[in-house]
């Protein structure tokens, strides 16, 4: 034991404790600055222009005619409140037999003919 270093070892650098803040936030910077590195910031960009792109191209392409929205809610209201009942809306239409073809293919259109056998629904 005697041949070790006497040397105290429990000594603090001088100024350690002055400095110890800056050097704390020189690496906390220094971490940061890597996240946020020059080509990932490009990418953000480039993510953020894309979907602005997309977001603009998407909201052109389904505009509605203002006067069409009104005029629909306007039947709407007549229909909900049984002012109205099918068959004025029919007759009030240029072509119903074109409406009631879309209706059919809407309820009807998921619907498998095939599947069920016209035989077995018919009563004796």
Do not use: C
Not at 2 to 31: M, Q
Not at 101 to 115: K, L, M
């Amino acid at each position: 034991m005697e041949k070790l270093n006497k040397k105290e070892i429990h000594l603090v650098p001088e100024g350690y404790f002055d400095k110890l803040p800056d050097r704390i936030l020189e690496r906390y910077e220094s971490r940061k600055s890597v996240w946020f590195s020059k080509p990932l910031k490009y990418a953000a960009a480039a993510v953020f222009i894309l979907g602005l792109g997309l977001w603009v191209f998407i909201s052109q392409t389904s505009q509605v005619d203002p006067m069409d929205l009104m005029i629909s809610q306007e039947i709407d209201l007549y229909i909900d409140t049984e002012y109205w009942q099918a068959e004025d809306i029919l007759l009030l239409a240029d072509n119903p037999n074109s409406i009631l073809d879309e209706i059919i293919a809407t309820e009807w259109g998921s619907f498998d003919w095939a599947e069920t056998d016209p035989e077995e629904d018919i009563w004796y």
